[in-house]
């Protein structure tokens, strides 16, 4: 399966950088709960400066909302909407062991990171405006379509795995009880955000070698690379990202 941004979104918007991660032998029976605390620290010193709506990673975001026709603050790109519930109820809900690491990780770093069943994605997944025949299923079960010119995950079978970029994920693909393979995605939008990226996808592969003793596979994106393919069942060979902490 090949993951990237299609061109035109690319040429929209040049600050671009994706983190992405494959990891396989997820489950639901790992405690996270320290290792997610420590980002979740980190979250609340850069929160203790001021709102999340200040931060550059955020403002970015905004922008690119505001580029599209939405109004970013009723549609928040998915690290603010962390990081507004951090600030206002002081934790963030847990949902499964890797979503709560991911979350945590997302609101330390201030950029949108998601996480898909690769079993529940068909073929290959590029990021790019819908044509509005996409399928896309919401977590109360229903189907929607997202409207042309909205960003999405579409895979090869025409389902949508997001609404409104990175807004919210799709039913479809959550991951959930059962899930065992897994792709990570990270995007930023605000300029240098590459070596944040960098960090943040070292720091996953970290984590997720540490807690689930997972294979991965992971690569940073950019317009000089921007494409990722998943290796086969069994073949973790992916463009290397050196483990590091913030």
Do not use: K
């Amino acid at each position: 399966m090949q993951f990237e941004h299609a061109p035109q979104l690319r040429e929209a918007y040049p600050d671009l950088v994706a983190g992405v991660v494959r990891a396989a032998g997820i489950t639901a029976t790992v405690d996270v709960s320290a290792r997610a605390a420590g980002y979740l620290a980190e979250a609340r010193r850069r929160l203790a400066d001021g709102p999340e709506s200040g931060f550059p990673e955020i403002q970015a975001w905004r922008r690119a909302y505001a580029a599209m026709g939405l109004r970013p603050t009723r549609y928040r790109c998915a690290a603010e909407a962390l990081l507004r519930r951090l600030r206002l109820d002081g934790e963030l809900p847990r949902v499964h062991p890797l979503v709560d690491l991911c979350n945590a990780i997302s609101a330390a770093y201030a950029i949108p990171v998601a996480a898909l069943d690769l079993d529940r994605v068909d073929g290959d997944l590029v990021v790019r405006p819908a044509h509005g025949d996409e399928a896309y299923l919401s977590f109360a079960g229903d189907t929607e379509h997202p409207e042309p010119g909205e960003v999405t995950f579409v895979d090869s079978a025409g389902r949508a795995h997001a609404r409104r970029w990175t807004n919210r994920q799709s039913g479809w693909s959550a991951v959930r009880a059962g899930t065992s393979s897994v792709l990570i995605v990270a995007e930023a939008l605000h300029p240098g955000g590459e070596p944040a990226v960098t960090r943040l996808v070292a720091d996953l592969v970290t984590e997720l070698t540490d807690g689930w003793f997972a294979p991965t596979a992971a690569a940073v994106l950019t317009a000089a690379a921007p494409r990722f393919r998943t290796p086969a069942a069994g073949d973790d060979r992916g463009q290397a990202v050196s483990p590091g902490r913030r």
